[in-house]
């Protein structure tokens, strides 16, 4: 499974007609979420990044608004400690859903899963890559009102805040990051927040 995933992973990157053609296949996504719960690590990460790939996919899309499969990305995204690479796609994955336009996947993720509080999680993780994909994501969520609340109270502010400063003293680890980061602090401090009575 693992050799033909990586085919498919790179395939899924190529462009829109080769993306039609691997979720048409017979199991498709399915197949591909199946063997995201492989015993198999490298399985497991070659299916997340594949999945990842396909992404903005309308099936990818469908999967994603499903409010249980979305805990299985951002539990892969908070395992960073024993699977980084299958974090660093999972990761990827949330942002880019995010800045999807997509009302119902919206809504799954930020009324209906823990994706808010994953992306303000990685923020102190201490990986750049990470911190990267988290902060794109706040910055996407920073345009609806309901996420900018619940970006507030789960510190998200504070944490840009954090890593504002460790950028300017380890400017060599952070320097990649650094505009992302910034813009989600500038975004989230500049977002209009919910109305309490909506």
Request: hydrophobic share 45%.
């Amino acid at each position: 499974h693992f050799e033909a995933l990586l085919g498919l992973t790179n395939l899924a990157s190529v462009d829109d007609a080769t993306k039609n053609r691997i979720t048409s296949e017979k199991g498709g996504v399915r197949a591909l979420e199946y063997l995201q719960f492989s015993d198999h690590e490298l399985v497991r990460r070659a299916a997340t990044e594949c999945m990842t790939n396909l992404l903005p996919h309308p099936k990818v899309v469908e999967h994603l608004r499903d409010p249980e499969k979305i805990k299985l990305w951002v539990g892969f995204s908070e395992d960073y400690e024993a699977d980084f690479p299958t974090a660093r796609a999972a990761a990827g994955a949330l942002a880019m859903a995010v800045g999807l336009d997509d009302e119902e996947l919206t809504e799954t993720l930020v009324n209906k899963s823990a994706c808010i509080r994953a992306f303000v999680g990685l923020l102190s993780c201490g990986h750049p890559e990470l911190v990267h994909r988290a902060g794109v994501g706040i910055t996407y969520l920073a345009d609806i009102p309901h996420a900018v609340t619940k970006l507030k109270k789960e510190g998200a502010v504070s944490a840009l805040k954090k890593l504002v400063k460790a950028a300017k003293k380890d400017p060599t680890k952070w320097a990649a990051v650094q505009g992302v980061v910034a813009g989600a602090l500038e975004a989230v401090e500049a977002a209009k927040e919910a109305d309490p009575s909506e």
